[in-house]
């Protein structure tokens, strides 16, 4: 395996796993105490298109400076992981380990992951892998909720108590990342593993005293100000304030769709409604059984957060996320604004469909970087300014914070123990 590292001199050496479009690692790269040292994607974009596909290790070179190294972490061994020690770390062990596994077999919103435990899950339990080699001081990691709730949380419970009989201080927990200033409805589990003396400390420990103004993480405020664009349209400013074109039926549906936060429920209330749906939407009627179904062919609300921002969302047809009163689906660069990207974030791959890819597979970079704050006092037992760790040209200003009003309303993931051994499921993967 060859590893190139970044010439760059910082204090603290971090390593990102499943590095995808940057999310994580951009956090990190902007705060000055850290050096992102290596980071490893295998760039897997649909289930059809395999290994390499997805572009991503494009957009991370061209905003992090690092070229990711391209593999598959399902199959990486031993040897793999002693080698990016020896290259990379001199020897020595590791600062940070951000591992951040495909949420995708875990997230609720596919209603098989109820019943199927998916392979991707038991990456989690392979974390143990470089932990054991890497010996972090810490490991960051975030997944969807059902992570620490869900059917197949066992995975995380095997790789809680390997981490636990190794010394590490284990905190998990979840989180809606609206408040913490991200625009948009994000029910994350984050994970936060240390040897440092000062325990495992929280997002909810950062914010402490404090709160962000409801109005900051609204649509509007995230993306009102930026150039009306039409379908297909591309801003002549920005390469990425674009949005992809619409087929004709689509773009008609749209159109009959009420502005800020409309969806095509709203259609059964037109003479033409029948006729304007799609033979799904039709069934659904004639069962009066919607589900979570009224989100799709949605509209934003200029005054609510966005809904969750999902990798296949690039199509209005996926969930709600149309622009609140132009009819198309919000640009790649509203989009990367919503899940917190700066505004000045490049997006690399040649399909539009795999920019979005990229920001709906990301950790939140606005989030990131609260969370290097968060892991530097860890090290350095001086806790920041929660006004410092507003991530700039993002959504969210200093003066958006305000004392806190009310306690946090923390929800710990306090598990039980796995019925199987960790020895069991370790060797399994």
Request: proline share 6%; hydrophobic share 35%.
């Amino acid at each position: 395996m060859v590893c190139s590292k970044s010439t760059a001199s910082k204090q603290l050496t971090f390593i990102d796993l499943f590095s995808g479009a940057g999310g994580m690692s951009f956090g990190f790269h902007a705060h000055p105490a850290f050096q992102v040292t290596a980071a490893l994607d295998g760039e897997f974009g649909k289930p059809s298109s395999g290994k390499g596909k997805l572009g991503c290790n494009n957009t991370y070179l061209a905003n992090i400076s690092v070229s990711p190294i391209a593999v598959d972490l399902a199959h990486i061994e031993d040897h793999d992981i002693e080698s990016i020690r020896m290259q990379l770390l001199g020897g020595h062990n590791l600062d940070v380990l951000s591992a951040c596994p495909p949420c995708t077999g875990f997230s609720r919103t596919n209603p098989n992951n109820h019943l199927t435990d998916d392979h991707r899950n038991s990456l989690v339990v392979r974390t143990e892998k470089w932990v054991r080699i890497l010996s972090p001081k810490v490991l960051v990691m975030e997944n969807a909720r059902e992570l620490l709730r869900g059917n197949f949380s066992h995975h995380f419970r095997v790789l809680r108590r390997s981490l636990e009989e190794m010394g590490y201080d284990v905190h998990a927990s979840i989180h809606m990342l609206n408040e913490f200033g991200l625009p948009q409805r994000r029910e994350r589990a984050l994970v936060i593993a240390t040897r440092l003396a000062s325990g495992a400390k929280s997002l909810e420990d950062l914010w402490m005293g404090h709160r962000v103004e409801e109005e900051a993480t609204t649509v509007h405020r995230c993306i009102a100000h930026l150039p009306k664009i039409t379908a297909g349209e591309c801003d002549t400013l920005d390469r990425f304030h674009v949005s992809p074109s619409m087929n004709p039926d689509s773009l008609i549906r749209l159109r009959a769709i009420p502005r800020d936060g409309g969806s095509w429920i709203d259609l059964r209330l037109r003479k033409d409604g029948h006729h304007l749906m799609t033979p799904a939407m039709r069934r659904y009627v004639e069962a009066e059984d919607y589900g979570s179904h009224p989100d799709v062919y949605g509209r934003m609300a200029w005054q609510r957060p966005a809904v969750t921002i999902k990798r296949e969302c690039a199509h209005i047809g996926n969930g709600r996320y149309a622009h609140p009163d132009q009819d198309r689906l919000c640009s790649v660069r509203e989009m990367a604004l919503l899940q917190g990207f700066p505004e000045t974030y490049k997006f690399g791959g040649r399909a539009m469909s795999n920019m979005y890819r990229h920001i709906g597979d990301a950790v939140p970079p606005l989030i990131s970087f609260q969370l290097a704050h968060l892991i530097h006092w860890m090290f350095s037992g001086i806790k920041p300014d929660i006004k410092s760790c507003v991530l700039p040209r993002t959504s969210l200003h200093p003066e958006d914070i305000r004392p806190a009003e009310r306690a946090w309303n923390r929800q710990l993931a306090w598990l039980p123990e796995p019925a199987e051994s960790s020895e069991k499921l370790l060797a399994s993967v």
